[in-house]
């Protein structure tokens, strides 16, 4: 076990409705990045948060939105679902400097389907 | 668009044998090359990870072997083992752990 806990493990949602997933970092760990992967296929960089503030975006539009709390638990936000948002949603943690980080530890996801 | 090409898709393997799964990457800023191994409903572990600054790393059955000219590395699984089937992804990064590009995946069946 990594020490990566996400909730809720499975979800469903309909399509342009609102969804918080949340991710609670492995101890000691300071910097959380959460990824999408879509079945079958490798996941894909959403965003990543450190000591509170965005650190970097992949290509993703600003209805997936994010927040780290003090404790460095995170939450992923994406408003107005669509179909193709159907996916695993992975956290990863790590420790680290805003530039460089340790190894990361991944979640075991959160299962979305919106219908 | 794709920064890391990873093939096979899919792979079938004799227990005892070795399984290759090989990547290429395209931004020669990565400096960070990792491995993760992931079962059906469960989230990526890492395996192993390499540095441009050294061309292969063992540790176990698994090794990373990494062509920094060629922009290539690869992942060999010695004496393959029923338990090793799994989806393996590279990846590849800019420093450790920091905002991952992952290859496609290649799904590994081991055969007893």
């Known amino acids: 076990e990594t020490g990566v806990t996400q909730s809720p493990t499975h979800l469903i949602k309909t399509r342009g409705q609102q969804v918080t997933l949340r991710c609670s970092s492995q101890?000691?760990?300071?910097?959380v990045s959460w990824y999408q992967q879509a079945l079958g296929q490798g996941p894909q960089f959403i965003f990543q948060?450190?000591?509170?503030?965005?650190?970097g975006r992949g290509n993703f539009p600003p209805r997936f939105s994010g927040l780290q709390f003090p404790n460095y638990s995170s939450e992923l936000n994406v408003n107005a679902l669509e179909l193709d948002d159907s996916a695993l949603y992975l956290c990863?943690?790590?420790?680290?400097?805003?530039?460089?980080?340790?190894?990361?530890?991944f979640g075991q996801g959160t299962r979305l389907t919106v219908v | 668009q794709q920064q890391v090409k990873q093939s096979p898709q899919s792979l079938i393997v004799q227990k005892g044998g070795i399984s290759i799964i090989n990547c290429a990457y395209e931004?020669?800023?990565?400096?960070?090359f990792p491995w993760y191994q992931q079962f059906p409903g469960k989230g990526p572990a890492l395996l192993i990870a390499?540095?441009?600054?050294?061309s292969e790393k063992k540790e176990g059955r698994f090794t990373i072997s990494f062509n920094k000219s060629a922009k290539q590395f690869s992942l060999h699984i010695m004496d393959s083992q029923p338990g090793d089937s799994a989806t393996y992804f590279c990846?590849?990064?800019?420093?450790?752990?920091?905002?991952?590009?992952f290859g496609g995946g290649t799904r590994v069946l081991v055969k007893p």
């Open positions: 990863a943690s790590s420790l680290g400097t805003g530039v460089v980080n340790t190894e990361a530890f």
């Open positions: 101890s000691g760990h300071n910097t």
């Open positions: 948060y450190y000591r509170e503030e965005e650190n």
């Open positions: 931004n020669t800023a990565f400096d960070y």
């Open positions: 390499i540095r441009p600054d050294v």
């Open positions: 990846a590849a990064s800019r420093a450790a752990g920091n905002k991952l590009t």
